[in-house]
């Protein structure tokens, strides 16, 4: 193993209460009913397919112009929220945990969906924390599809089956394994079956490495 490759929304920080917020003020507006429940479907997908599973709600057909006005919207209130955070959104065991594998002499990287990531990095203070960085600007298809972890392991110059994905999605599992690259699940993804570790908390990268 050479690199270590981390998605960020639910691994490196937490956001999901600011995504929940944020589609649901969209959703509002539109009358379209939106819950947790729904929500826990978004993770790990793209803005785009996001929007495509709270329509399953709306009764109108809309045009492409008014879905992409409606994520420009959310987008626009997620952005607003994402401002609130501050270098004490990430953990000193995170942090930590990070420093001592890039002390160890791996690469870290990003692997993202979000647009945002380079956003929130440099707003809890980890911007530079990274090696590479590959997220939804980059990529044309989202996890489940491996794109975002292929390009990150080529940002890093290393091979596939030297890097390890740390993802708390199933989507983001698949996405690393078909890659053809390691898995750990950690979060809801931490009794996932096909990962090819589970980990219960952060520092227990420590023992993989």
């Not at 539109?30 to 793209?46: P, T």
């Not at 980059?138 to 990150?152: L, Y």
Request: proline share 1%; aromatic share 8%; glycine share 8%.
């Amino acid at each position: 193993m050479k690199a270590f490759i981390f998605d960020l929304d639910g691994v490196i920080v937490f956001t999901d209460k600011f995504h929940y917020q944020a589609w649901k003020k969209m959703a509002d507006g539109m009358g379209i009913y939106f819950d947790e429940i729904i929500n826990n479907r978004l993770r790990g997908v793209s803005r785009a397919e996001s929007l495509e599973i709270i329509l399953e709600k709306c009764d109108q057909k809309l045009t492409d112009e008014k879905k992409a006005e409606l994520m420009e919207e959310k987008n626009n209130t997620y952005r607003e929220l994402l401002k609130t955070m501050t270098p004490a959104d990430v953990t000193d065991t995170v942090r930590d945990t990070l420093n001592r594998l890039r002390e160890a002499g791996y690469k870290l990287a990003i692997g993202s969906s979000s647009k945002n990531a380079k956003f929130i990095l440099e707003r809890v203070g980890l911007i530079d924390a990274f090696d590479a960085i590959s997220d939804g600007t980059n990529i044309t298809h989202s996890k489940p599809d491996p794109e975002v972890f292929v390009k990150a392991g080529e940002f890093l110059g290393v091979e596939a089956e030297e890097c390890v994905v740390v993802e708390d999605a199933y989507a983001g599992i698949d996405a690393a394994k078909a890659a053809g690259m390691k898995a750990v699940g950690i979060g809801d993804a931490s009794g996932y079956d096909r990962a090819d570790y589970r980990i219960q908390a952060f520092e227990e990268l420590l023992g993989i490495a």
